[in-house]
């Protein structure tokens, strides 16, 4: 089975702190994701990354930054956490791209920014 | 990105009942159609995936797919109250998947 974790289910942070999250498959995939979650607003992609190094930005890059330097390891990154980032972040990851992409979900963890 | 538009909800069935859910696309070019169940407070998971036109079913559930008026629809036959959740519809989109905001299911007693 695959799995996909991420460090923490819930995070309590203040303005201006920068946040690191972490997340790992154990599944040799290529591709990870990660997104974020709002009530109304359904999953909204961050940023992706397709192998080691890369990145892409997702549909909401501002006030993100990720980090990829091993396989099986996608951090999501808040250079100066802020209220409104406040949300539930989701990692996922997948193998090659192709008819069935589908995605593995991680557990998520909830960030409130004070 | 692309759109993706699910019937908004909340959407409350019967038990034994059926439910529909339906979801549109905006890419003619879509090829890959995915239903995820996400219960409250937890993650996504994969139910259904779907790539030809026509009905897959598995178990009480079936995805209907039309390429040609570009929507998907998921049937819940016999619910049950363990199938109380937000349904997600998602469109492949390269790498991508673009995700529709959800239709909350509750199936009452």
């Known amino acids: 089975d695959v799995k996909v974790t991420q460090s923490s289910r819930y995070l309590v942070k203040r303005t201006g702190e920068k946040v690191f999250l972490e997340c790992v498959q154990d599944m040799d995939h290529e591709n990870m994701f990660w997104y974020r979650q709002d009530p109304g607003l359904g999953l909204r992609l961050i940023y992706f990354s397709y192998d080691v190094k890369m990145k892409e930005k997702g549909d909401i890059p501002e006030g993100y930054s990720v980090s990829r330097e091993k396989k099986e390891r996608f951090s999501l990154i808040l250079e100066s956490a802020s209220t409104n980032q406040t949300s539930m972040y989701l990692c996922?990851?997948?193998?090659?791209?192709?008819?069935?992409?589908?995605?593995?979900f991680g557990p998520g963890t909830r960030l409130t920014v004070l | 990105q692309k759109e993706v538009e699910q019937n908004s909800g909340p959407l409350s069935v019967p038990e034994g009942a059926i439910a529909s859910l339906n979801c549109t696309y905006s890419d003619r070019g879509s090829q890959s159609f995915f239903w995820y169940r996400q219960y409250s407070g937890k993650s996504p998971e994969l139910i259904m995936s779907?790539?030809?036109?026509g009905d897959k079913e598995d178990g009480r559930f079936t995805a209907q797919l039309n390429k040609a008026s570009q929507y998907v629809s998921l049937l819940i036959r016999d619910s049950q109250p363990s199938d109380s959740a937000t349904y997600l519809c998602a469109v492949n989109d390269d790498y991508k998947l673009s995700f529709g905001a959800g239709t909350t299911v509750t199936v009452r007693a």
């Open positions: 996922a990851s997948n193998d090659e791209p192709g008819l069935n992409n589908e995605q593995f």
């Open positions: 779907i790539y030809s036109n």
